[in-house]
């Protein structure tokens, strides 16, 4: 069953106000236009599905999708981290809703944070006061299933790949299979990781997370939108790969 819903936790012990990290360098009267923070996110995205679209869908040549697809999920990166810094102190990390910019430490009262650990360093993401204890548990499933996650994601990615340089090669005899193979174990690793959050609570106290994923991610779209794509796309997945080796 789903966790009941927690009431806000109380701040890091150990982690002073004034020992946390500035939501935002020079204060938060610098804060960007939403217009600009929110389809900025959302063309950020956009990257990802199109990287598994030239993967998944590998259009000929499939040398040319192969390297298109590396070359964008590498510089991806570049992008979406600077994107992150600057939308880290007026988006809810959750809902993705903008939020009225306030000083550090004395934020709204309808507003929060959540302590992160990101590539380690600490990190005061912010958040409805609403939807702390969401975004909580699910980086705190995220750290505890973190090695099983990996595995399937980055297991059936590197076989891909490895089937796309073959094919690239002229060599395509294992691409249908490891496509679908990719899509059935990803779909059901994503699927684990977007229901699974309902099933942990968050700590009675605000202790810090860390992210083992490519954090920069989480802020595009949000994680509640993530989790329904993930939940969508995942279903859609696992369906396309069963039929594949079940069909």
Not at 101 to 117: F, G, I, K
């Amino acid at each position: 069953m789903p966790a009941e819903p927690e009431p806000p936790r109380a701040a890091s012990p150990g982690v002073s106000p004034e020992g946390r990290p500035s939501l935002q360098p020079g204060g938060a009267s610098r804060a960007p236009a939403g217009w600009r923070l929110q389809p900025t996110g959302v063309l950020l995205f956009l990257f990802i599905p199109l990287v598994l679209y030239l993967f998944v869908r590998h259009p000929e040549p499939v040398a040319a999708s192969l390297g298109a697809g590396i070359v964008l999920m590498a510089g991806h990166r570049f992008l979406a981290r600077p994107y992150m810094a600057r939308a880290i102190p007026h988006k809810c990390l959750w809902c993705n809703r903008l939020l009225v910019p306030a000083p550090v430490p004395a934020l709204d009262a309808a507003n929060s944070t959540l302590d992160l650990v990101i590539d380690g360093e600490l990190t005061a993401a912010r958040c409805c006061a609403a939807h702390q204890a969401p975004a909580a548990r699910f980086f705190r499933f995220l750290s505890m299933a973190r090695l099983p996650l990996r595995l399937g994601i980055f297991a059936p990615l590197l076989l891909l790949l490895a089937a796309l340089a073959a094919a690239a090669a002229g060599h395509p005899q294992a691409l249908p299979a490891a496509t679908a193979l990719f899509q059935l174990l990803v779909g059901l690793t994503v699927s684990a990781a977007a229901w699974g959050t309902l099933l942990v609570r968050s700590p009675a106290e605000q202790v810090p997370l860390p992210v083992p994923f490519p954090a920069h991610n989480f802020f595009l779209l949000g994680v509640r939108s993530l989790l329904w794509i993930f939940r969508l796309v995942g279903a859609w997945w696992i369906y396309r790969g069963l039929s594949f080796f079940f069909g």
